[in-house]
């Protein structure tokens, strides 16, 4: 069987023959014999923007791998400055690599004052975390001039340590700002996730001690977000890097896609939707109004997954460690149901509908006491990482600017008239 397609132009009666490799037919190829047909795409739903050795993702089989890795295995045995180093890298460390590497983060987990001081601080009270994320990670560029020499490796990797490092110091300021609360710095004593939370909530007491089994879900939550191939925010990253701009720029393009709801938003609609619930007795007729169109389950369903998303087992699975420290979140009761409910109902079962990353990780997020306002963050400390590792696969491979077509639908040329004319 001939791996190729074969089409005929009617126009012409011309028939020719596209090769497809790795799944796909390359532009260049349609080019050469249909200069000027483009593809009609909105939310390029069919159109591979690139080649990535990154992360593999298999909808229809609900399989998610980082570098060759399966996401379980990752989830269960790994943490994330591994995955972090894995996705930037290319293959897991050995034990000198990886402490080289923690050591390296650790010592960049500071923000010059002046980002603190003069920036962050210097929002409205009542700024939105994510807002200011966005704004804070657009401003380290300024910071960090050599940040532009993005073709010599060494500034590469400098630049790459920084935004790691320094993600959960920016977000753990926005969120203690936000609350009226003063600034923690970092303390190097402790692992990235215990650090993170140190930032997020220490008070008064001279070393803040989470509980192990948080510090371990916040790991776990982290691995399961570093990547997920081509979505919105990454491909926004790739498309401002394609334009050659720093990774400080190409980042907060990023940030500003997830602060997106049909992006990093998705968990917190979960929450408010599983509040308004407010009980078991209400879930059938909550499902009744999905069927008649009136609303959506939030937490259901995927562009890419058409089974149940490995991450979201993985997640209710880690739900549980985290209630037996912080007691059992109310709304997972409703949760529950709604998934019974939901996945034994001919509509979601033939729409192939089922719970999806955001689905349960709302409600770990709630119980550890984090406010909704700080759900897209906690999705931006790890997605870094995943964003960081395909900005230097697209410097390192390709080097086209994006710069998609588009089907003209517009006017025809006219006149310009004066405006007493008009
Ligand atoms: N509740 C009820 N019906 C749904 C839902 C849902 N959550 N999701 C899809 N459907 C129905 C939809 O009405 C349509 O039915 P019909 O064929 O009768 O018109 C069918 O299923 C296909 O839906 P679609 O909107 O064409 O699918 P999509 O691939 O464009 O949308 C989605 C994917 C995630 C936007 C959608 O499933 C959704 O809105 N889900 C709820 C929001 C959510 O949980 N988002 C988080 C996504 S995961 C985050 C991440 O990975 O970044």
């Excluded at 050995?94 to 920036?119: G, L, M, P």
């Excluded at 109310?330 to 996945?343: N, Q």
């Amino acid at each position: 069987m001939s791996e190729s397609i074969s089409i005929t132009d009617n126009r012409t009666g011309k028939t020719f023959e596209v090769p497809i490799k790795d799944g796909g037919i390359s532009s260049e190829q349609w080019q050469k014999y249909l200069p000027g047909i483009w593809f009609y795409d909105p939310g390029l739903t069919t159109t591979a923007m690139t080649e990535s050795a990154i992360t593999y993702l298999d909808g229809d089989a609900g399989v998610l791998r980082y570098r060759g890795y399966p996401i379980e295995q990752l989830a269960e045995s790994s943490t994330y400055l591994e995955v972090a180093y894995l996705l930037i890298k290319g293959e897991l460390p050995n034990k000198d690599q990886y402490s080289a590497w923690v050591d390296d983060i650790t010592h960049h987990t500071f923000i010059h004052e002046n980002v603190r001081k003069r920036f962050i601080e210097g929002f409205h009270y009542d700024a939105h975390p994510m807002g200011m994320l966005v704004s804070a990670v657009a401003a380290l560029s300024t910071f960090y001039s050599d940040a532009k020499d993005i073709f010599d490796p060494a500034s590469r990797e400098k630049q790459i340590v920084r935004l790691i490092a320094k993600m959960p110091t920016l977000a753990a300021a926005a969120h203690r700002f936000s609350m009226g609360m003063p600034f923690v710095y970092p303390d190097n004593e402790l692992t990235f996730p215990a650090n993170f939370l140190s930032m997020m909530w220490k008070v008064a007491e001279p070393h803040y001690k989470a509980n192990p089994a948080l510090v371990r879900a916040v790991d776990v939550l982290f691995i399961l977000h570093a990547d997920h191939e081509q979505n919105c925010s990454t491909t926004a990253m790739r498309t401002v890097g394609s334009a050659l701009a720093d990774p400080y720029s190409s980042a907060a393009a990023a940030c500003a896609a997830l602060y997106g709801p049909r992006h990093g938003g998705a968990n917190e609609a979960v929450v408010r939707m599983l509040t308004d619930i407010g009980s078991i007795d209400n879930v059938q007729g909550f499902i009744t109004s999905v069927k008649e169109g009136k609303t959506r389950l939030q937490g259901f369903g995927h562009r890419v997954y058409k089974n149940y998303d490995p991450r979201a087992k993985i997640i209710k699975a880690a739900a549980d460690d985290v209630f037996a420290v912080t007691g059992r979140n109310p709304l997972l009761d409703i949760a529950l149901k709604l998934e019974e409910v939901a996945l034994n109902d001919e509509y979601f079962v033939s729409r192939r509908l089922y719970p999806n990353v955001d689905f349960y990780s709302g409600l770990i997020y709630q119980a550890m006491g984090f406010p909704v306002d700080m759900f897209p963050v906690l999705f931006a400390i790890p997605r870094i990482s995943g964003w960081l590792a395909h900005w230097l696969e697209l410097l390192n491979h390709e080097g086209k600017i994006v710069r998609p077509r588009q089907l003209y639908v517009g006017p025809e040329e006219r006149k310009y008239l004066s405006m007493d004319q008009r």
